[in-house]
């Protein structure tokens, strides 16, 4: 085959593809059936170079309830027009292509530099688009050399060129790209204090408009679903991804916080309890503790129900007198409302399994109870009702009397077990 047929073949070949994936595009903009939403489905697990990519989760991160990172996939505003072409470019370099790298590269470098110096001129409407162009060219150049300084770079700057245009969904995929490919980038600290950002915006915004964005369809600023808890996502993979990173004790903070106020008890605390044991020199130990113990005393469900929560709510408590000083004396108020609080119902469940023995008849069982109440939680209301308990109690038969001891007698009483193996007798 000559040259001019081969480069015919060739142009063919790619016109197929464009065709393909145009009709691809427009059944995600016309039709909602199923038919689509199993080729969405399938679209998701497609990569941004092949179908799957090694670096795209580690071997836990499937079990992981946060979410597993997946920075190669197809989103539905790839197939946007803007960014269309850029995308079926995109998919299919398959290969390495140094030259059409450098080119892209310095395509995206050019627009990304008049788009700066269009924001440096306070003109960000001018902007904006060729900041979202600069990004498009990033990401080829991406695409296109794989494993190499220009990738790590093209990533980079895909990020920070998406993040200037606005667009946070995708500056997050590139960002969240270059820690997968490059967990040692000098770019780490930049790449990290921007997601932490983009998350922080992304739960402000959910928090303050509850009502309005169960599904985004209009703001490319924002995730299309799960905006929240998209936000905690984030924070939980900063931690991990760079768990020794000026960002990690905020990043678990952040996290913390954000459980709490969505009223996910139990996952603030445990978020709070990892920053205590894994951070002990952040500044935000004190709050750590303080939002334990109101994370924990809110998990409480009554006395019928575990008692670990508050058993852990008084360890606190305690501890925090001996390493915060200064600030318990700022919270001394409240916390010595919830200390006590905490050490009533302590004894009150102590007190009520001590009540229920005694309702059996068993007073031995129930004595102890009242003393523990008694002697234990001497700083309590309960501690004098106890003692007094325990003087009635002391008092009645320690066990419940046989009602039908006639009965019991009939049956003869079991002998004692043979030894297996005779003693000598002298």
Partial sequence: MDVNAE???KRMSRDYRHRLFWLVGLSALLTGCATFRDIKQDM?????????????????????????????RIIARDFQPRNFLTTIRVITALGEDQKAAELAFDEGRN????????????????????????GNQFREAAARWPDSAMEEDSLFMQGEAFFFADQYVLANRAYESLVARFSGSSYLDQVEARRFSIAQFWLRTSEEN????????????????????EARRIFHRIRLDDPTGKLADDATMALGAAFFRAGSYQEAADAFDDLRKSYPGSPHQFNAHLFQVKSLLATYAGPDYDGAPLEKADQLLHAMVKQFP?????QREYLASEGSRVRNMLADRDYQVGQYYESKGENRAAGLYYASVAERFKDTTLSDEARDRVVEVAQKDPEPVQPVAWFVDWFPEAKATRPLIPTETK
């Fill in 111 to 134: 627009l990304y530099e008049q788009a700066a110096e269009l924001h440096e001129a306070e003109k960000p409407g001018e902007a904006a688009p060729l900041f979202h162009q600069a």
């Fill in 44 to 72: 998701s697990q497609w990569s941004l170079r092949e179908k799957k990519q090694p670096w795209d989760r580690s071997p836990d991160e499937e079990f992981d309830v946060m979410g597993e990172r997946r920075p190669s």
């Fill in 210 to 229: 509850k009502p309005l964005l169960g599904l985004n369809l209009t703001n490319e600023m924002l995730p299309t679903t799960g905006i929240a808890s």
């Fill in 7 to 9: 480069t015919e073949v």
């Fill in 326 to 330: 200064n600030e318990v004396e700022q």
